[in-house]
Every structure is written in structure tokens, then in C-alpha cells.
């Protein structure tokens, strides 16, 4: 069970004290989870994958108010992006520079990311 920080923070700002990501702190899935006493999302709990880029996915479930914006936010922390990941499965994601080093230590086994160009696209 998650144990906020504070009684006085909205729901996902009591996710992202817990470090969960800004994607699923922000997350209908997750939100409804949280309300359950869950400290996992609804579609985890119902064996469904989702997630962002340290499981090679864009989070194909989420579902939000982020929708179709992704690419306009850290998927980390929810500033604004210095680089847009594309990611192989489909789907942009947003990253600021912060949190770059995160991607980056993810990537492939043996692997680091390959950019495309000198700021923008990283594919995975």
C-alpha cells in the first residue's frame, strides 16, 4: 500500500512523492488503483504489461489526461523535454535533460541508445 506524504497533495502528487513516474502518477489507471489501497496499477494487477522506456515500452495502457501529449512532458518528472524518445514499438515520449542518464542506463543490454540527430530522436 502507498503511503503518501502528505493528506494536502492531489493523488498524483502523492504518487510522485512515492517516485513513481509523472506518466503514471498522472494515470486513470493508477489513480483508481491508489484509491483501492493498490500499490501497483490496475492493468498491472489484471497481468496486462505497460510501462515507459526502462521496459522498451511507451506505456501503450495509459489512459489520462496526458493522452496523445507524451512527447510534451518528462516522462520522469513532467517538465518540459530537451530530447523525444521514439520508441521502437511505436509512440513518443518526452525526457528532459535531468533524466536523460536514466534512459541511457536502460537501454539494450550492450547497447547504448542511437541518436538520430543532434538533440531530438533516440531510438531504442
Known sequence: MINP???SLSIP??????GMSFVCSHCDHMIEAFGRGW????????GRACGGPMVKMSFPLY????????QNVCFVCGKKPDLNL??????????CEEH???????GRV????STITEREIILF
Request: hydrophobic residues 35%.
Open 86 to 95: 521514439k520508441m521502437n514499438g511505436g509512440g513518443i515520449l518526452g525526457v
Open 13 to 18: 502528487e502523492m504518487l510522485l512523492s512515492t
Open 100 to 106: 536523460m542518464d536514466i534512459v541511457k542506463t536502460y
Open 63 to 70: 489512459s489520462g489526461v496526458l493522452k496523445r501529449n507524451l
Open 5 to 7: 506524504a502528505s493528506d
Open 39 to 46: 500499490s501497483r496499477c490496475r492493468e498491472s494487477m489484471n
Open 110 to 113: 550492450g547497447e547504448r541508445p
